[in-house]
């Protein structure tokens, strides 16, 4: 900690170093947190003068000491540099003037100054305002309102304003649309010159039925003795996307695609993420490839990284594959890649015993699916299985991360790794007791064996009636990763070199990636242009954080408005987080979490609650206590599960219209092509 203050240190007035940090301020309204962005360090708390000179997301510079408690605190002392150059939020009226109140506890009130032109002012309506003036000490922010969004009731609507909030555009700029038009439709011949030629070679996709496009593909080889050769071929975005041009600063900018339940927001015009750099079967395409020959024991003993152009044989679904791995039969399949299939699920099994041998973690958290009709009003929500497909290619992805992270390790070549620490000691303490009251072992949690003590917990965890509860919460405990020009390693993976590779039509540290590694394949340094490492690792992990938390709060709101229509009504649940004011609960099987005001509590406590009120504007539930807590079980034993009953049990199933039951979201997303 002291390392990360080495400038500016002078002793505080609780006895401990105050120095001057900066970083991302998360807005609460009455507090704030200065999100940390150095790695073993916790964010922090914000509270005092200063607070009402910085809105949400602004870099500000704060006197930083630590407290008795060992939580960090301090106060903003200067506003770095301003996030947004807009508000959102809702339009009142104050007395005869106007004023943009921004999401609840977010920040304080803006004044409105003036009204664009063909804007009409109404009372209640989400809008957003374009700030002319930033707030001082003692002075809120003013500004013009540009746009109505509408009512905050409206699914639509309050989904536009948590994309404006959080800078998400939907909308390409024409320069950008054009550069990537001017591609072309297909991909020309001249266009491989140099690079290997894997048409003959068994290549197949492997997403959700409901994915657009395909960006990684994969290929195995039996090379004999028990030794196999698996390619993951990746599509070559650094191609098409060049450094300093109009395209690439719009992707940098975005730095990640987002996924909502209604929408797509992609990092990259569809006329590359769609066309030219989605892997379409029997189309070329030019792609990066990572070789790993494999032996019998899961070791990789051998990389290789090309430039390749491939002819995908197939696009497969997670269900397809599921067949053929469990025996069955699959139409129109060529034998060759029929067997290369089932060879690649024995080999799933070897890869992810032998992760999990060296320490990996995996979380086993349910993963829902939420339908939307074209106006963004949520038709349903089903529950998605996990299949073997879907760990398959998650093996195959974070092999493949490893083996380039190592490959451009060893080559000293500079790129963005995929960070992430060990988790802070003090939360693995918290954890501990949480456990322990579920009447779980979790006492060797701590030091140096803490990843083994953690698998050890997960696997208590496998037939335990909090199951969900009890991944959740490790989750929760664990530090967020981040992209950095510097590592000690992945600690969920249990990996000492890990990069995103494999996904660079979403996400733009994968394509950072791929520069680096078409830089070492033609014996160049590659300096990632003007644009220094640590400060892209800070703006992709900050771009990444406002997608997943625009992600979350666009399902909290669907989840919401499918709820309402239950107010009043009986559930079962588990508290999961306790806070001054009471206690989060997670509703039964719904993926829902609702506030109950009761203090007392503890995480893992069985509660029997009633749905008192649904917030549909701002995806907030609140609960009150139908039944006196059920009593915690013992350690050593597990409590016993209550099956919820008949109409009081919020049925899944109720809304379910499958459209996919795999893991796929959309455009490739799923299981193996997550956040990790």
């Not at 008795?68 to 540099?81: D, F, P, S, Y």
């Not at 290789?304 to 995908?312: D, F, K, M, N, P």
């Not at 008192?612 to 050593?636: C, F, H, M, Y």
Request: aromatic content about 6%; proline content about 6%.
């Amino acid at each position: 900690m002291k390392k990360h203050w080495k400038k500016n240190e002078r002793r505080g007035a609780a006895g401990g170093h105050e120095a001057l940090v900066e970083g991302v301020i998360q807005h609460k309204g009455t507090f704030a947190f200065l999100l940390s962005e150095k790695p073993g360090t916790e964010d922090v708390f914000i509270q005092g003068r200063g607070l009402d000179m910085a809105m949400d997301g602004d870099r500000v510079q704060a006197r930083v000491r630590p407290e008795k408690t060992g939580r960090l605190a301090g106060e903003i002392v200067k506003v770095v540099k301003r996030a947004h150059s807009t508000m959102v939020g809702v339009l009142r009226q104050v007395r005869s003037s106007w004023a943009l109140f921004p999401e609840k506890g977010s920040a304080p009130p803006a004044i409105v100054a003036g009204f664009a032109q063909k804007i009409t002012p109404a009372e209640g309506v989400l809008a957003v305002l374009e700030v002319k003036r930033w707030p001082e000490s003692g002075a809120p922010a003013s500004g013009i309102v540009t746009e109505i969004l509408g009512d905050p009731g409206d699914i639509r609507a309050r989904i536009d304003s948590i994309l404006r909030a959080r800078s998400i555009n939907e909308v390409f700029p024409k320069e950008v649309l054009d550069q990537a038009a001017a591609f072309g439709a297909r991909l020309e011949p001249a266009a491989w010159k140099g690079r290997e030629i894997l048409f003959d070679l068994p290549v197949c996709t492997i997403d959700g039925a409901d994915a657009k496009d395909f960006d990684d593909a994969v290929s195995l080889e039996d090379l004999g003795g028990g030794n196999l050769r698996l390619g993951v071929h990746i599509a070559d975005v650094a191609n098409y996307v060049k450094s300093g041009t109009a395209l690439d600063k719009e992707a940098y900018e975005r730095a990640t695609s987002v996924y909502l339940p209604d929408r797509v927001v992609p990092m990259l015009p569809p006329a590359l993420s769609d066309n030219l750099c989605s892997l379409v079967p029997r189309q070329e395409r030019l792609t990066l490839s990572a070789f790993m020959d494999i032996d019998r024991n899961g070791k990789v003993f051998k990389r290789r990284l090309a430039e390749t152009v491939i002819r995908s044989w197939r696009r497969f679904t997670y269900e397809e594959v599921q067949t053929l791995l469990d025996g069955g039969k699959v139409p129109d399949l060529h034998k060759s890649i029929g067997e290369a299939v089932r060879r690649m699920g024995v080999l799933t099994d070897v890869l992810y015993r032998r992760r999990v041998a060296r320490g990996a973690l995996d979380f086993n958290l349910p993963e829902y699916k939420i339908n939307a009709d074209p106006h963004g009003r949520p038709l349903g929500v089903s529950l998605r299985p996990r299949l073997k497909s879907h760990r398959l290619i998650e093996e195959f992805m974070l092999l493949a991360n490893e083996a380039v992270a190592t490959e451009l390790y060893n080559a000293k070549m500079p790129f963005l790794h995929r960070r992430h620490d060990a988790p802070d000691p003090l939360k693995l303490k918290a954890l501990s007791s949480a456990l322990g009251e579920l009447g779980l072992s979790a006492g060797h949690i701590h030091g140096p064996n803490a990843p083994k003590g953690l698998q050890d917990v997960l696997r208590q965890a496998e037939n335990h009636p909090l199951t969900t509860l009890i991944n959740s919460l490790m989750v929760r405990s664990m530090r967020q990763a981040v992209y950095s020009p510097e590592s000690e390693g992945h600690f969920g993976i249990a990996t000492r070199f890990y990069s995103h590779f494999t996904s660079p039509i979403r996400r733009y540290p994968d394509l950072m990636t791929h520069r680096a590694v078409k830089s070492l394949l033609r014996g160049k340094k590659e300096n990632h242009g003007a644009l220094p490492l640590e400060k892209a690792g800070i703006h992709c992990s900050e771009r990444e954080r406002a997608a997943s938390d625009a992600e979350h709060k666009s399902v909290d709101i669907m989840r919401a408005e499918m709820l309402k229509e239950l107010v009043g009504s009986v559930m079962d649940g588990a508290v999961t987080t306790v806070i001054d004011s009471g206690a989060f609960v997670m509703l039964g099987d719904t993926g829902a979490e609702g506030l109950l005001r009761v203090n007392g509590l503890r995480p893992g406590t069985k509660v029997k609650v009633m749905l008192a009120s649904v917030d549909t504007s701002n995806g907030k539930i609140d609960l009150s206590l139908e039944s006196r807590p059920q009593q915690q079980a013992r350690p050593g034993q597990a409590p016993q599960a209550d099956r919820p009953a008949g109409r009081d049990r919020w049925k899944v199933s109720k809304w379910t219209q499958p459209r996919d039951s795999g893991r796929g979201r959309g455009r490739g997303r799923g299981r193996g092509r997550g956040r990790r």
